[in-house]
């Protein structure tokens, strides 16, 4: 059993992809997306935004306030001809200690 990851709410949260090809070197994709799902007041809300690229690495920095406690989907695909992807999801956690 893999555990899932947490976050804390409210955190900016870092993504960060980097891409090879077939033969395990570097690909740098010409552009990519980060598509996140989570709720807000309760609504499964699904937001794409473009990813920053450096070499064979794509990020992006989400400011995790606008969702609710709870779990995020994370799926990030490259544009082009060639075509790569990652994905993932993790727990935002809420601690209602923290004003």
Known sequence: ??????????ATIGFSSTFTDEHG???TAPSATIYL???????ATTVS???TISVATASY??????ADAGYVYWFITTGGSSK????????????????
Not at 1 to 10: D, E, H, P
Not at 37 to 43: I, Q
Not at 61 to 66: G, T
């Open 1 to 10: 059993m893999t555990a899932i990851s947490q976050r804390v709410k409210g």
């Open 25 to 27: 070197d570097a690909y």
């Open 37 to 43: 799902t989570y709720n807000v007041s309760g609504v």
């Open 49 to 51: 935004y473009s990813m």
């Open 61 to 66: 920095a989400w400011a995790s306030s606008v």
């Open 84 to 99: 790569a992807a990652d994905q993932g999801s993790f727990l935002l956690v809420e601690n209602t200690a923290n004003p």
